[in-house]
């Protein structure tokens, strides 16, 4: 039996291209459908709102302990180390720094408290956060802050924040997101809920000891999620501070951009935007330039009715400031 290829029906070009366009269109719409839902969400169960109005017990016997990591990319280290030197450094007890810079470490490490981390990753891997973390505790102390070369804290309000919680216990606090969309259901055994490393984490000793024990291959190599999965497994507490009236206090974005007045590209929810808490204790992915700007902030001095005037923590200020169009850093 023989087929005639030219009696069978011929599709029509308009066919096909309809069906593409169709086709184009469909894949345009589920693509639109997932940005619009690609949010990070807060995770209700880790939020922990600090009263600040309340008068607290004195935060002189917060015993603290800030690492810093220096990337080998970061431009500059030097001016870097200098802003550190002259900012929120000094209020810490003891100041540690991890680089794997190896030309900036051999310049460095006799004026500072210095390691050389022998590795081409960075602290966004499990692995090199969780040596860090290991290594710089080996004399304990009561907390631990950890942040690298674009992180900026706010000392005086992170103690005020740490006179709440019990040092003794395993606990962990930080910017927690759930990172969850559409397409999560494709990959139901993963996890998207993290502790941002950007905005600076803070553990009690306790919390170290436990999260140095999480190693595996079914633990997340990014150290985001992974010291998300690390707190869940091994009971450490995560929190969230938020204030009175319901602002983050670790943020892994600077002033400008979480204010963002005038700018459509960082503000993608204006009802939420156009605030940061007056108590807050991080901003991440600073500039040198912009640590200087928020340190002057910090050492202004305000006058009272009565002639005194004394030295405060003037985040509001530094808010207000952010917010003109005609501030730049």
Known sequence: MSINIFKSRIRSPKLDILTHLVFGCAIGYLIGIVILFDEDYDISKHIHLVEHEKPTQKTDSVNLRCVIIIHKATHKPEKIISAFDDGYTKLCQETIYFTNNQKFFDKFQKNYTMYFVDSN???????????????SSKVPSQWTFIGDDQTYLIVPNLRNVLTGFDSDKPVVLGKVRDTSNLFSWLFPLSN???????????????????????????FARASDYAL???????????????????????????????????????????????????????????????MRVLEYGMSLKVFGRGGLCCLVATVPLICSIARSPDFRI
């Open 228 to 290: 998300y999965d690390c707190s869940e497994e091994y009971d450490v507490q995560i929190v969230d501070p938020f204030d009175e009236d319901a602002l983050r206090l670790f943020n892994d974005l600077p002033p400008k951009q979480i204010i963002a007045p005038d700018s459509k590209l960082f503000r993608s929810r204006p009802t939420i935007g156009e605030k940061c808490s007056d108590h807050v204790v991080s901003f991440g992915q600073l500039s040198e330039k912009d």
């Open 192 to 218: 998207f809920k993290k502790i941002s490393v950007r905005g600076g984490v803070v553990l009690s000793n306790s919390a170290i000891d436990r999260l140095s024990a999480c190693k595996g291959f079914f």
């Open 121 to 135: 990753l960075n602290h966004f891997y499990w692995s090199f956060y969780q040596y860090v973390m290991e290594f």
